[in-house]
């Protein structure tokens, strides 16, 4: 079943006439493959349900012990909320708020903004702040980092099962609980849908097809606008043909990533304190050292998301930038694939940052054996952001331009 209401391509912003989807279906873009939307089954309700649970979880996780660690006949039990506390105590704030922010705080305000956006379209009253609340959604799913944080606990237990008995106490297990829900949630809402039932709920017209393609596709709630608007109806955001000064910002975010890898891979990444005998690791030293030891997957694990990802993702992000530069009318497809897998992996590379500061809280047994963050972590931590960043200012819709707009489908 056909229907007039048209959608421009977030990723190739090619104009496509949207059918009415049924329960269950999504639709995707027929040039570069982008999911348009998904009609989850029960979407509101199931969105509601899982992000509930998903707080509940998070709220019974800052309650027990987190996970206990026992070597030399000396127990150290920590809470979840020490993981952060103790690296201020060694000073090192900043990657206290950054694990703060990206672990506890983006989490929790994104499933109650969930819960807040789904019960308002559910009730018969639409509630004040949700297109906002909405935009916030959005804007939170990139700097939301416990699924991460959760595997580099696991990354960090490998590395230390041979010097000691690591136990994990109910918090750890409500963490574990709190990721898969949260999961559930984010996988069952889906952007277009949500602005559509906002639209219908505050009864905003839905635009007929523009003539000639002359559409600029709204980069926050996906509806397509007139070209001489400057402001969205839907969702009133900013709008603009393509992201201001996309290719300018993504290079100076680059640059600044490749001044950043220096000194994250020659500065200590931290310092280990064995029976009075102080040693320093770098990344690529720590990787060496679990290779010698034959922990070859936790060492493959470590080097790619800590050394191939970041270059891997400059280069990527560079070359695309270059192609745009120089107009290229090649391999549309695979630069849109190559930016849709820089964009998904980018942000794991926080793996390595989580497992020093688990290893840095975990153990301190004194002078038997202490763990402290080196700088080498700040400027790896940096170096991430600004290349999630890097990644977000790329406007993807500048590699389909040299080839010029369609007409709709
Ligand atoms: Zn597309
Ligand atoms: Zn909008």
């Known amino acids: 079943m056909t229907s007039n209401k048209y959608i421009a391509c977030h990723e190739c912003d090619l104009l496509v006439r949207l059918a009415h989807l049924p329960e269950g279906c999504k639709a995707s873009c027929p040039r570069c493959g982008y999911t348009l939307s998904a009609n989850h089954l029960n979407a509101q309700d199931r969105v509601i349900a899982f992000s509930l ?150 009864n905003i017209p839905v635009l007929p097809a523009p003539i000639n393609g002359l559409h600029q596709g709204c980069h926050v709630c996906t509806e397509i606008a007139d070209v001489q608007k400057k402001i969205c109806d839907t969702c009133s955001a900013y709008l603009h043909v393509r992201k201001k000064d996309s290719l300018q910002r993504t290079w100076a975010l680059l640059i600044t990533g490749v001044l950043l890898y220096f000194p994250a891979n020659m500065l200590p990444i931290m310092h280990t304190n064995f029976f009075g005998e102080e040693t320093t690791n770098t990344i690529l030293g720590g990787v060496l050292v679990l290779w010698e030891h034959g922990s070859y997957p936790i060492a493959l694990i470590i080097f790619i998301a800590s050394v191939m990802v970041p270059i891997g993702k400059i280069i990527a992000l560079s070359w695309l930038c270059y192609s745009v530069h120089t107009q290229s009318k090649k391999s549309h497809q695979q630069k849109t694939q190559l930016f849709r897998v820089t964009e998904l992996v980018g942000r794991w590379s926080m793996i390595d940052v989580f497992v020093v500061v688990i290893l840095v809280v975990l153990i301190k047994l004194g002078n038997i054996m202490s763990i402290y963050p080196g700088w080498g972590v700040v400027a790896f931590a940096g170096m991430v952001i600004v290349t999630v960043l890097a990644a977000l200012s790329f406007d993807p819709r500048l590699i389909w331009d040299p080839i010029g707009k369609e007409k709709a489908v």
């Open 53 to 202: 649970t998903a707080l509940v979880f998070l709220g019974l996780s800052f309650m027990f012990p987190f996970l206990t660690f026992s070597a030399q006949g000396q127990d150290r039990t920590t809470m979840l909320l020490q993981s952060i506390t103790v690296l201020v105590t060694e000073n090192f704030t900043s990657l206290a708020i950054l694990i703060f922010i990206t672990i506890i705080v983006v989490p929790a305000l994104y499933l109650l903004s969930a819960i807040y956006v789904y019960v308002s379209l559910k009730s018969s009253r639409f509630f004040p702040g949700t297109r906002a609340l909405m935009k916030l959604i959005a804007l939170l799913q990139h700097w939301n980092m416990a699924d991460i944080f959760l595997i580099g606990i696991l990354v960090s237990f490998i590395k230390i099962i041979s010097l000691a008995d690591v136990s994990l106490g109910l918090s750890f297990w409500s963490y574990v609980f709190f990721i898969v829900s949260m999961t559930a949630a984010a996988l069952h809402i889906d952007r277009h849908q949500a602005w559509q039932w906002i639209k219908e709920k505050e």
